[in-house]
């Protein structure tokens, strides 16, 4: 099981939902933890961050360099390149057994929201297109859909609400990249509403707020 910290919007309150909250490449759980309080959560609900660790693991890009990833990046170009397939599946199966255990713990998978920014963003809306698990939303920030061209057409989260942002400057994962994504899921029937920051590889004041909104919205 993948090591996590977690923090509790009021620890002296009964938890109502879970957020799963995935990192970029190379960084750990500690990379979002300092937002929380930023977001200006509604006291009417009481949720429980949950930020795991990816394991580390040697990055083709890299020469071989060994990083916290969820998957390796086989290419530097994104579009139509050749994707690290097994270590994708293998991080989906990791985060739905985070979300298992948050069902355990008492909280319904109708309560429990996916985020991710970067790798992050990829693994929430793989496992989002290919859970049996019904969501309770997704937060994709700067990232893309990963093994798009065999995305199922059919899931239980097809008007699960997806919020999707990304930076105009990125010169990490391209704007077009993830706008391909958005289309497509789109074209699949999902319910996604799309956001652009001009920022790079990053995330800004603004978005954190509209980030903060998007879950006050649908935490119920």
Not at 77 to 98: V, Y
Not at 214 to 220: P, S, W
Request: glycine share 6%.
């Amino acid at each position: 099981m993948l090591d996590v910290i977690e923090k509790i919007q009021n620890p002296q309150k009964t938890v109502t939902h879970s957020i799963i909250w995935c990192h970029g490449l190379g960084a750990d759980a500690h990379d979002f933890l300092p937002i929380v309080p930023d977001l200006k959560l509604s006291e009417q609900n009481n949720i429980r961050f949950i930020f795991p660790n990816a394991p580390v693991r040697p990055i083709t890009i890299f020469g071989g360099q060994s990083t916290t990833a969820w998957y390796d990046i086989l290419s530097p170009e994104r579009i139509n390149a050749q994707e690290d397939e097994a270590g994708l599946i293998a991080s989906q199966k990791e985060i739905e057994t985070l979300i298992e255990q948050e069902i355990q713990r008492g909280i319904p998978s109708e309560k429990i929201f996916l985020a991710g920014f970067s790798q992050g963003c990829a693994i929430s809306l793989l496992t989002l297109t290919r859970t049996k698990y019904k969501l309770a939303g997704i937060i994709g920030l700067s990232g893309y859909l990963p093994l798009l061209n065999s995305t199922p057409k059919e899931s239980v989260n097809l008007d699960t609400p997806i919020f999707m942002a990304h930076g105009t400057l990125d010169p990490v994962v391209n704007i077009e990249l993830a706008d391909i994504s958005y289309q497509h899921l789109q074209s699949l029937g999902y319910t996604v509403s799309w956001h652009a920051y001009p920022m790079v590889h990053s995330v800004c004041l603004e978005e954190i707020e509209d980030i903060g909104n998007f879950i006050n919205q649908y935490a119920k």
